[in-house]
């Protein structure tokens, strides 16, 4: 992000963007370790798919986000 945009932004934006990164970025490390080890022990097929559920809540506010996907565990093909 270029300082001129950023100086743009107020500091509500950038705060959640942090936290949005910091988020994106765990829960990458978290669910691709956890898929690893979960084909590695043979608990689910590689290559296989896997819900997965997410929730951010911020609970002053009783506010709660729900995501829900499906995910492919590593396999064959990298």
């Known amino acids: 992000m270029s300082t001129a945009s950023r100086d743009d932004m107020s500091e509500s934006e950038i705060a959640m963007r942090k936290f949005l990164k910091q988020l ?3 829960a990458h490390q978290v669910l ?3 898929l690893e080890e979960a084909v590695a022990d043979g608990k689910i097929e590689a290559d296989g798919q ?12 009783g506010v709660t986000h729900r995501v829900e996907a499906t ?8």
């Open 71 to 78: 995910l492919q565990a590593p396999g064959g093909n990298g």
């Open 50 to 61: 896997v819900p997965v559920v997410a929730t951010v809540t911020i609970e002053s506010l």
């Open 24 to 26: 994106g970025v765990t």
């Open 32 to 34: 691709e370790s956890a």
